[in-house]
């Protein structure tokens, strides 16, 4: 039977395709999101979630993310709602966060209990040199709420870390 990683591309996509995509093309990825259009910010997803569905071989699907781009000072924010997640440790959403100094931070939102009385979410961040941060769980997965969390972090001076945990052993 194949593992969670070995079968689902929702989990590939939020948790290795997309972030290191981001954290090794880092400057074709923000001029992507600066100058592209909505459009070539949709292809740009798409293209990615046709490779994840390689990568696991799955029967190619569609999938129309909601992409919305917020800003508070000089720090931007571009988050991707991900397909319905199916099993645990698959992401609701996808935030990347950049500012004029061109540092990126990458942030998703991952299911940890999908019973529909009781979902439960952990906000979580991976970083360029592959470590996985737990802020916390969460019930609310509106994604105004993502949005906020994300932004208000990226101000935060202090990080409330929960633990650390290299790439790939989430």
């Not at 997803?45 to 993310?65: C, D, G, H, S």
């Not at 800003?71 to 199916?86: A, G, N, Q």
Request: glycine residues 2%.
């Amino acid at each position: 039977m194949k593992t969670l990683r070995e079968r689902s591309s929702r989990y590939w996509l939020a948790h290795k395709i997309l972030p290191n995509y981001i954290f090794t093309n880092t400057k074709l990825f923000l001029e992507k999101v600066c100058t592209g259009s909505d459009t070539d910010v949709y292809r740009f997803i798409n293209f990615l979630w046709e490779r994840a569905q390689r990568k696991v071989a799955e029967k190619p699907t569609v999938y129309m993310p909601q992409v919305i781009k917020e800003e508070r000072e000089d720090t931007k924010v571009l988050v991707m709602s991900m397909p319905i997640p199916e099993a645990t440790l698959e992401a609701y959403y996808v935030g990347v966060v950049y500012n004029n100094a061109k540092e990126v931070r990458y942030f998703v939102l991952e299911s940890s209990n999908l019973v529909e009385e009781d979902v439960i979410a952990c906000m979580c961040e991976w970083t360029k040199d592959g470590k996985h941060l737990n802020y916390g769980f969460t019930k609310d997965i509106a994604i105004e709420n993502f949005i906020k969390f994300i932004l208000d972090e990226c101000m935060n001076e202090e990080y409330k870390i929960l633990c650390i945990n290299p790439l790939g052993t989430d």
